[in-house]
Every structure is written in C-alpha cells, then in structure tokens.
C-alpha cells in the first residue's frame, strides 16, 4: 500500500491547514488510518487516528479540540483538518496505515496511535507554524 500525503505548508499562528492522505490505485476502506508527526530533535509522536469505515477516532491530548480526522472512502483519502495552529505544531506530518480484520468493529483506538501498529507510511509533509 502506497501513501501520499499532501497540503501541508507555512501558516501563521492562528491559521489552519487540512492535509490529505491518498492511496494512489488502492482502496483504504479496510486500513485503519494514523497521523504521526515528528519535530526537530523530537520523537515521532500519534497525533490522530481513524477506523476503516470512519466510526471511531482518536485524538493526542495536544491537538484534541483543534484537529479533526476524517476519511473519504469513495475518494481513497483521509483528512487532517488543523485549526488554531501554534509554533509548536510544526512537524512533518505522516500517515500510516494497518490492515484491520473486522472494520470498525474491530478498531481498537487506545492502539490507533501507536506507530508499530502501522505497516505503511507515506513519505511526510513539512508543516510550519510561523509569524
């Protein structure tokens, strides 16, 4: 399974960003799906996560309230929607995904944000929060 993330880029304190995960010529409904971010000199970190289907969600005490995942099945494509954006959010931002036997059903989300968990990733998207 091939990932893309895209949209990321420079935005000011404040501002927000929806960044895109794709599966060029794959099909994600049966992939649970995670957002990762790592900063200079910082471990990566589980941001975000979603179920197959879109029924369950997970959120790092850091950006709860702020972000929001979302998926498109039909379009092969999750979203990260990024609000109210500080310095302290820039990051190359990734997605990763896993296989999950069950779909939604069987998503466990105090996992969803454990990176080896995921057996796919993408290549990252630079994010920069800056004035």
């Known amino acids: 399974l091939q990932l893309v993330e895209s949209g990321g880029g420079l935005v000011q304190p404040g501002g927000s960003l929806r960044l895109s995960c794709e599966a060029p010529g794959n099909s994600l409904d049966i992939y649970g799906i995670a957002w990762f971010r790592q900063a200079p000199g910082k471990e990566r970190e589980g941001v975000s996560c979603i179920s197959p289907g879109g029924a369950k969600t997970n959120y790092s005490d850091s950006v709860k309230g702020r972000f929001t995942v979302s998926r498109d099945n039909a379009k092969n494509t999750v979203y990260l929607q990024m609000n109210n954006l500080s310095p302290e959010d820039t990051a190359i931002y990734y997605c990763?995904?896993?296989?999950?036997?069950?779909?939604?059903?069987?998503?466990?989300?105090?996992?969803?944000?454990?990176?080896?968990?995921?057996?796919?990733w993408g290549q990252g998207t630079q994010v920069t929060v800056s004035s």
């Open positions: 990763a995904g896993a296989p999950v036997p069950g779909g939604d059903l069987g998503y466990v989300t105090a996992f969803g944000l454990v990176e080896r968990e995921y057996d796919y």
